[in-house]
């Protein structure tokens, strides 16, 4: 039955609860409603921006990408600093608690140990900050072992290790050039040296990745939210050093300081006399500057002979690290001695104050004004009578007194301060020294010479070895003070050449013939037989200089203790000068029985850096240039196979001796073998059917002996003589001061051992003044 | 043909403020005793079908971000929601036809089983965050106070029905209906589980202001409880820890102020338009509970502003329109379910939004037809049903 329409009478919910509703619509329908949507309106659109960067900071993960660090080259494109991709592995002991089985940390923690070589505890330890994301394992480590490590984090699919790409810096030649190439740390930004100062070239602009990550840091899964900028690799830098001539600076200055027992280090510096361009620079002892950290070997024995306490030998080991970083050349200014005479002489010329036919007297001694005491010559019998050049060979202290006088104090200190002297010489390197002079007040009082005096012969002032062999360089090459530098060209990661670095000219300070005049009488200096620096030669070349011997006024201030600084600055060919040579040794012990003087003991250094160096060049030897033979060393041909009496001739003609062994008509073997070159009028020894002596012999100690004894001592035992330095004669003073083969090394017979002969003369032994 | 609601019998005289009986003339729906019949209020079904799609839709998006880092499987709880949704709107259509008569004689029945079940929970209940609230069924858990709700809503509108002429009467008007809020809130009490308690209480006295209940009663029981209220607040460690980082959540950003420092990075993130559907960061488990209680935030942070005030429209058109069917309910049983529905409803979506705004202290209210949970969910659709189903009894809608 439908009863689809039926109408029937009913209680609906009366006014009462109608309205009731109502109310309770009105506030849950409407009023609710509104308060949610303005609360969002805050939250949304006014407070939009502050959630909304808050939010982007957390979710976005920002990852580096390293731009490579550009290599350093020396002047041929020798690789000095290269960098090469290495891995950080690092665990993450959060990781280890959220996804590896509780048994796994064990096992990670020995196969790492096992991998890297990283003590099993303290691996063990790094678990310990379970909160921690990021612990280091090891970093820059080698490719292979990352690999290693790769393997078993894929063997076990491990989220808690991890490796990171990095990168690792090298050089190539260890401790060459250290202080100039410098080092980088371990966040690969410069800290010494090139390194530092070019830091911004090398560096180049790291790339990144701007990723969105969810709140574990992994990638969001189907997300493109991921943003790259590439990086872009350092630029690369040339070096005006050339690594030959650096290993020839650094091999030379070692054997001086083995030869002269040199105990506070030696340093040296080869500059281009026409460009200012740093051939090569170094502070002995230096460092490797792949272990930067570690102190140099030798350093460290002594340090460890000394006995010190264990708090001593901590800030002893400091402070020879901070000294051996240290680029003395440049940062440290000590008081030059004669070698200044050079500046005195080269603003005299230029005054016209004096000329190389004045003449100058001196008894020993000289007096001015303003001081009572009157001034010594360091030859307190004095140089008599002499000519100008004379007073250079001499370096006659009262000769460059006058000079100065006549000059003036005023034009001197305008002199020093045109020479660079008072300002930094504008090297691109860091910690260029400052240098130490009289104010103009005291030093141009005209009651009172002293300064002035002392100044003209190189006391009473300090400034840094790159001043003066920069300044010396001017001197040489026509008058120009260059502003030295050590890097040539800066190359991007294609090799393009960015910038190119051009010889800055500073000023002229002398005009050209000036330099000429004063490249002569330097020339005498070394070329005479009277000169101070005649230890400096180098056969066929033409060497000019100046020696220079000072107390370290420092170390007699702070001690009472004198010690010396011998130096020589030299520049060859004195006609047309192309490299300047400064040598300083810190403080030689006397005991090693040569004098300790500029002359004896530097100049013989900067001799052998002219002979390794010049040739290198590709400067030709003039033989004909000495008024000698100029011949101290002849090239043996070979015999063998000849019949005696012409291979007697054969040697004869040559200038050696021959000893015949044996009594065959045909010469079976020779000594020395053919090919190496041996002092002239050696012995050599023609076998005749007799066999050379198979044995080796000791080599004995040389230094100190005269030439005539050293060669005889050694052909007694077998061995040939050949000598560099001065030359050879059968005078008294000219001694061993070297020998190319250790004492007591057993060598071959019939091997040739090499000496450098200087001249020990007595009236070269300029004291300081 | 009698009328299917009681008059009070027994203490109708007593009462001088007794409601004028409004009559009007209806079609008569009540050929069959237990289905109903009549049409369903179309504007109140399409408004519920269309948010909880939507809440299904966000689910699938607040959901696959932690589904996939945590298990591999992007759909996993989107799956289990549709399923869930699928069946809540069975659900609903099944309730829709039951007839509010029924619902009112088994009220009582209701009301007591779900008290048995709040005692049940502290037995067997599942700890969770420190409290029991779930009972394990095996293939799902549930919250009995869900029942809790719906059943006081039933009962309470029962009672004020039965005592409609006396509830002006403090016997009558109060103490009934506070003994059964006092035994629930006891018993939630001991769980412990407060937004249930807050929910409840208020839905309660909502039930008992719209039956009739004497003003004067209801606003000192207020401030008496606002005052308990108070004390518990300051007391509570638990509940002071929640108001130091709701009044200053940035402080405490790393700590207690994490969820709700989180969810207004992804509200605030979204602004006025949002990123887009799926576009949530926030929801990269920076933001604990995204959907859960907290999926109103990843909704604002990929829908923005304009999403979400749109969502809380249809939530005010629902409502309201919940409250116009329940003024226009052909009797007062029928009305007063309707109205406690609703005020359960806005309730649940206001103190969800606020929490997740910051604009209240948080509290774990989930979000009605978003928040993941099946159970949840049923309930919430049978509630839907009931509503639609008294509707089926008004004429002029």
């Known amino acids: 039955m439908k009863k689809k329409n039926n109408i029937i009478k009913m209680e609906v919910p009366n006014k009462g609860m109608v309205g009731r509703t109502l109310s309770l619509m009105v506030v849950f329908g409407i009023v609710a409603f509104i308060v949610l949507i303005l609360q969002l309106y805050k939250v949304q659109i006014v407070d939009h921006e502050l959630y909304e960067s808050n939010a982007v900071e957390q979710q976005v993960r920002d990852t580096t990408v390293a731009a490579n660090r550009g290599a350093i080259y020396d002047r041929n494109m020798n690789t000095l600093a290269m960098s090469a991709t290495v891995s950080t592995v690092y665990v993450s002991p959060a990781e280890l608690i959220l996804y590896e089985e509780e048994d796994m940390r064990v096992m990670i923690s020995s196969r790492l140990s096992e991998i890297l070589g990283v003590d099993y505890d303290t691996i063990e330890a790094k678990w310990l900050d379970t909160k921690s994301w990021y612990k280091t394992v090891a970093v820059k480590i080698e490719s292979e072992l990352a690999d290693q490590v790769r393997d078993f984090k894929n063997e076990y699919n491990l989220k808690s290790v991890h490796i990171v790409p990095d990168t690792k810096r090298y050089y190539p030649n260890g401790s060459l050039a250290s202080q100039i190439i410098g080092f980088v740390g371990v966040d690969n930004t410069g800290l010494e040296g090139i390194e530092a100062v070019y830091d911004r070239y090398l560096q180049g602009t790291n790339g990144r990745i701007v990723r969105v990550a969810n709140e574990k840091g992994v990638d969001l899964p189907y997300s493109g939210y991921e943003n790259y900028y590439d990086a872009s690799d350092g630029n690369s830098l040339v070096l005006t050093v050339d690594d030959r001539i650096q290993h020839y600076l650094e091999k030379n200055l070692a054997q001086a300081i083995q030869d002269y027992q040199v105990q506070d280090g030696a340093m040296g510096i080869v500059m281009d006399v026409k460009t200012g361009a740093i051939l090569g620079m170094t502070t002995l002892p230096n460092y490797d500057l792949n272990n930067y950290l570690e102190v140099n070997e030798e350093t460290l024995a002594k340090l460890q002979a000394q006995g010190l306490s264990e708090s001593e030998y901590n800030d002893a080991v400091y402070n020879a690290l901070l000294k051996q970083w240290r680029n003395r050349i440049i940062s440290d200014s000590y008081e030059p001695g004669s070698t200044f005479k050079i500046i005195t002489l080269a603003m005299g010329l230029e005054e016209g104050v004096i000329s190389e036919n004045d003449y100058f007297d001196c008894s020993g001694s000289i007096r001015v004004k303003g001081r009572v005491e009157p001034i010594h010559c360091w030859n307190r019998d004095g140089h008599g009578q002499q000519t100008l050049a004379e007073a250079a060979q001499h370096s006659c202290n009262p000769a460059f007194v006058n000079i100065g006088l006549e000059v003036g104090a005023e034009t001197f200190y305008d002199y020093v301060e045109a020479f660079g002297f008072r300002n930094h010489t504008g090297v691109d390197l860091y910690g260029e020294g400052d240098s130490i002079w009289w104010s103009d007040d005291v030093f141009e009082d005209r009651t009172n010479h002293s300064q002035l005096a002392a100044a003209s012969f190189g006391q009473t002032f300090t400034i840094t070895p790159l001043q003066l062999i920069t300044a010396v360089s001017a001197v040489a090459n026509g008058g120009y003070l260059m502003e030295p530098y050590v890097v040539s060209k800066v190359l991007d990661s294609d090799g393009n050449v960015v910038e190119n670095h051009e010889p800055t000219v500073v000023r002229q300070v002398i005009s050209e013939e000036t330099s000429e005049r004063a490249c002569a009488i330097l020339e005498t200096v070394v070329g005479s037989p009277g000169g101070t620096g005649k230890n400096a030669y180098v056969a066929g070349y033409r060497v000019a200089g100046k020696t220079g011997t000072s107390t370290d006024t420092i170390t007699e201030a702070e001690t009472g203790r004198k010690e010396y600084m011998v130096s020589f600055v030299g520049f060859a060919p004195a006609d047309d000068p192309e490299i300047a040579v400064l040598v300083i040794l810190d403080n030689p012990s006397n005991e090693s029985g040569i004098y300790p003087s500029g002359g004896v003991m530097a100049a013989p250094v900067v001799g052998n850096i002219m002979y390794d160096v010049l040739p290198y060049l590709g400067v030709e030897p003039d033989l004909g240039i000495d008024g000698e033979s100029g011949v101290y060393e002849v090239k043996v041909p070979n015999v063998k196979s000849y019949s005696v009496s012409e291979a007697r001739a054969t040697m004869e003609e040559l200038g050696f001796k021959v000893k015949i062994v044996g009594s065959g008509t045909e010469v079976t073997d020779q000594a020395p073998m053919a090919n190496v070159s041996i002092a002239p009028n050696s012995t050599v020894i023609l076998y005749a059917g007799e066999a050379k002596p198979d044995k080796t012999v000791r080599v004995e100690t040389l230094n100190g002996m005269s030439y005539r004894q050293a060669k005889a001592v050694l052909e007694q035992d077998g061995l040939f003589i050949r000598s560099m330095g001065v030359p050879p004669s059968d005078s008294l003073t000219i001694v061993v001061a070297s020998q190319s083969i250790s004492p007591n090394s057993e060598v071959a017979y019939g091997t040739v051992v090499q000496v450098t002969l200087i001249d020990n003369d007595s009236s070269i032994m300029e004291g300081a003044g | ?397």
């Open chain 2, 1 to 397: 043909m009698a009328p299917d609601f009681d008059f009070p019998k027994r203490f109708g005289k007593e009462n001088e403020t007794v409601e004028e009986p409004q009559v009007r003339e209806l079609r008569d729906y009540s050929e069959s005793r237990f289905i109903n019949r009549g049409r369903i209020d179309l504007p109140f079904l399409v408004l519920t079908v269309l948010i909880l799609t939507v809440g299904v839709i966000t689910v699938f998006s607040a959901s696959f971000a932690r589904s996939y880092y945590e298990t591999g499987n992007a759909a996993g709880v989107f799956l289990r929601q549709l399923f869930f949704a699928v069946a809540g709107i069975v659900l609903m259509m099944f309730a829709s036809r039951v007839k509010p008569k029924t619902i009112r004689k088994y009220s009582k029945l209701l009301m007591i089983v779900s008290v048995g079940l709040l005692f049940l929970v502290l037995v067997i209940g599942i700890i969770g965050g420190g409290s029991r609230r779930w009972i394990n069924l095996g293939f799902t858990t549930f919250q009995p106070s869900e029942i809790t709700k719906l059943a006081i809503i039933l009962y309470f509108a029962s009672m004020a029905c039965r005592y409609k002429d006396q509830m002006k009467t403090f016997r009558y008007g109060i103490i009934p209906f506070g003994f059964w809020l006092g035994v629930v809130v006891v018993l939630l009490g001991l769980e412990p589980h407060f937004s249930a308690i807050i929910i409840i209480c208020l839905v309660g006295g909502l039930m008992m202001y719209a039956g009739g209940a004497n003003i004067k009663y209801l606003v000192l029981i207020v401030l008496v409880g606002g005052a308990l209220l108070l004390l518990v607040l300051l007391t509570g460690g638990y509940t002071s820890e929640r108001i130091t980082a709701w009044r200053d959540p940035m402080a405490e950003k790393l700590g207690d102020g994490w969820q709700i420092v989180q969810s207004l990075y992804a509200v605030g993130s979204g602004g006025l338009l949002g990123l887009g559907l799926g576009q949530s960061i926030q929801k990269h488990m920076y933001l604990p509970e995204e959907h859960n209680d907290y999926i109103f935030a990843i909704y604002c942070e990929e829908m923005g502003f304009v999403g979400a005030s749109l969502i809380l429209i249809l939530f005010a058109l629902l409502i309201i329109r919940g409250y116009w069917l329940a003024m226009r309910s052909r009797d007062r049983y029928s009305s007063l379910i309707v109205t406690g529905i609703m005020t359960l409803l806005a309730i649940q979506v206001f103190l969800n939004v606020a929490v997740v705004t910051n604009l209240i202290p948080s509290t774990g209210i989930s979000l009605p037809f978003f928040s993941y949970g099946g159970t949840a969910l049923l309930m919430q659709m049978a509630e839907m049903g009931i509503v639609l189903g008294v509707s089926r009894n008004i004429d002029d809608k």
